[in-house]
């Protein structure tokens, strides 16, 4: 488009429209623009090339690597990590201000630190730790988050120490808990804090709060012990802990796509309520010989509830709050159903298959009211997904099982069949 | 100024710590390598699918177990121990002793993890894990030494042993031979 507005300036000039110097002071904007494009394309370029010779060299030596002597391979070892630390130096003291360099050389000296641990252990056939040399990487990296002010940084420490855990937890057989993971966090969230407050709409935001909500969903069970259904409460706590940070002004304004709270919330309660409609979770319970307060996993139950309870209290207290919906308080509602479920089986599995059709119900009402079609099928999806766990779990006639489905399959049809043409008529 | 001055000098520090680490690493192995004694650890025919994880060789031992009179529960895997070793009439290292405490009367020590106890009705079994069993390889070579060092075990009566490096506990792992010969350079004369 710019091209054929600068052919077009004689013609303006003819016709008076503009001035010489009017036109000059455009040509001049678009040389200017198609400059800096041009630079950032070399840029591009260059880092390509780069890559591309950093690759070959690499290659090269990897394929004569088993001919180089020990010490030679060792100074190799270092070279991407002296590398990366001496921009970072650089990048420090006069690029401060680039996001661009500030991310990208955090991204390289996060590699390099593992990659130069890594390749001492190869040198040295040390068959290592990796639960250790991961913790290990992690925390050199950490400080460079504040140091660099980098969201990259913290993002992969995060993915890094979600890995480590899994590591030490749950791949190892004697699997233990990881109780640095959430120091890691900890020291992590002032930068998170920030970064919030300072850009709430920034992009870096949205992956930081993917990356933490799905890096709590796979951890908090790292915390387990010998209460593994008592840890179903715990998780059913946290769930409901992020429906209401979820639902927080921070983050409600926002797509659904970008508020990862809420998504994995709603989704997390719904999947925790389906396992607990199922009869042999109350079994397991009732068999259980210890009360829930002989349970660790009871206490970090009661502190999650603790922290749901203080933020709807905090947020109840303003006077722009709204009812956000029954998921938030479903932890709340649980807990005399739990401790029902000591000495019952019938009345808890009864309570949480009424609540989960009641949550359906609303939902697809929701979706009716608020004309979405997304909303209503979700509803559906719920009823549809406890109609297929009762039909794994209870001795009714497959007839009868049958006639469920088609009720089911028939409201939705025709749910989706009114609003649809709801919609026509009121666009004519 | 001063800001950017004491961040840089912060950088610093971590950039040290990070250098640190492997260095340190380094380091204790090269002096095992240097003052270490040579002790030579007999290797055992292997299933070949569990042979080859990525770029090195898995290695498993011969001697990785002992025996206890008696039963002894006091053993647990994942436990550290110590075998004190010795060499047997073909110069190959054999555990003398298992202990759980760092000996003192010798210097020819590895420090292990107890990997398996089988308590018997009078006596008890136990296998080691020691610190080195892999040896690495270039990518595209080691499938070919995973092959010379698989039928020098199963179809062959070649020795084939790695060479450890021992000193004050710790063990550095420096070739494995086939025959008396590295086993890179048996791969490198495969491949001419």
């Known amino acids: 488009m710019s091209r054929n507005f600068l052919k077009a300036l004689p013609e303006l000039i003819e016709a008076g429209i503009i001035t010489e110097a009017t036109s000059e002071s455009i040509k001049n904007f678009y040389d200017q623009k198609k400059d800096q494009s041009q630079s950032r394309v070399i840029t591009a370029f260059a880092i390509l090339g780069g890559l591309l010779v950093g690759m070959g060299i690499i290659l090269i030596l990897a394929h004569n690597w088993d001919e180089l002597a020990r010490s030679t391979k060792t100074m190799l070892a270092f070279l991407p990590l002296v590398v990366a630390q001496a921009l970072g130096v650089f990048v420090i003291w006069r690029k401060s201000e680039s996001a661009a360099w500030r991310e990208s050389v955090s991204a390289l000296l996060y590699f390099a630190v593992g990659s130069s641990m890594a390749l001492v252990a190869q040198i040295y056939n040390i068959p290592g730790n990796l639960g250790t040399f991961l913790l290990t990487w992690m925390l050199l990296c950490l400080p460079v988050i504040y140091l660099l002010r980098s969201s990259i940084m913290s993002l992969l420490v995060i993915i890094g120490i979600t890995v480590y855990v899994n590591e030490v937890s749950y791949w190892t057989y004697s699997g233990k808990e990881a109780y640095l993971y959430w120091l890691v966090l900890a020291l992590i969230a002032p930068h998170y804090y920030l970064l919030a407050k300072k850009n709430p709409l920034s992009n870096f935001v949205v992956f930081h709060d993917w990356v933490i909500a799905l890096s709590l969903t796979i951890c908090l069970g790292s915390l387990s012990h010998e209460g593994e259904e008592i840890m179903y409460m715990a998780y059913l706590a946290m769930f409901g802990l992020f429906v209401i940070i979820g639902n927080m002004k921070l983050f409600s304004h926002k797509l659904i796509i970008n508020n990862p709270w809420r998504i994995i919330g709603s989704l997390g309660i719904i999947i925790m309520l389906l396992m607990l409609s199922f009869e042999w979770f109350w079994e397991d319970l009732m068999s259980q010989d210890e009360p829930f307060t002989e349970y660790r996993e009871f206490y970090l139950y009661l502190f999650l509830l603790a922290l749901s309870a203080g933020f709807i209290i905090r947020k109840a207290a303003q006077a722009s709050w709204k009812f956000n919906g029954f998921l938030e308080f479903v932890p709340f509602v649980m807990f005399p159903v739990f401790l029902i479920g000591q000495d019952s089986v019938g009345i808890p599995m009864v309570v949480v298959n009424l609540m989960v059709l009641s949550i359906g119900l609303v939902t697809v009402r929701n979706g009716f009211r608020l004309n979405h079609l997304g909303i209503m099928n979700y509803g559906f999806l719920i009823i549809a997904s406890l109609v297929v766990c009762r039909f794994f779990d209870t001795d009714l006639s497959y007839v009868i099982r049958g006639v469920m489905f088609v009720l089911v399959g028939l409201g939705f049809f025709m749910a989706n069949y009114f609003m649809l043409k709801q919609r026509k008529s009121n666009e004519k | ?192």
């Not at chain 2, 961040?7 to 690493?25: G, N, S």
């Not at chain 2, 990997?115 to 136990?126: C, G, K, L, P, R």
Request: glycine residues 4%.
């Open chain 2, 1 to 192: 100024m001063k800001n950017k001055l004491l961040i840089v000098a912060a950088f610093l520090l971590v950039a040290a710590a990070q250098i640190y680490i492997p260095a340190e690493m380094i380091n204790s192995r090269e002096a095992v390598i240097a003052n270490g004694k040579m002790f030579k650890f007999n290797t055992q025919p292997v299933d070949p699918a569990d042979v080859l994880r990525g770029r090195y060789i898995s290695l498993y031992f011969r001697e990785n177990s002992v025996k206890l009179l008696g039963r002894d529960s006091s053993y647990v895997y994942g436990q550290d121990a110590f075998v004190i070793l010795e060499q047997d009439v073909d110069g190959y290292a054999k555990i003398r002793q298992l202990t759980k405490e760092k000996p003192t009367e010798t210097d020819d020590y590895l420090k292990v993890k107890i990997d398996n106890v089988h308590n018997e009705e009078d006596t008890t079994s136990i296998s080691v894990e020691y610190p080195f069993d892999r040896y690495y390889m270039e990518e595209c070579k080691a499938p070919k030494a995973e092959k010379l060092y698989n039928d020098s075990r199963l179809h062959s009566a070649k020795p084939t042993y790695a060479i450890v490096m021992i000193k004050d506990g710790e063990g550095v792992l420096t070739d494995v031979m086939i025959d008396d010969r590295p086993i890179r350079k048996l791969v490198e004369e495969m491949t001419k």
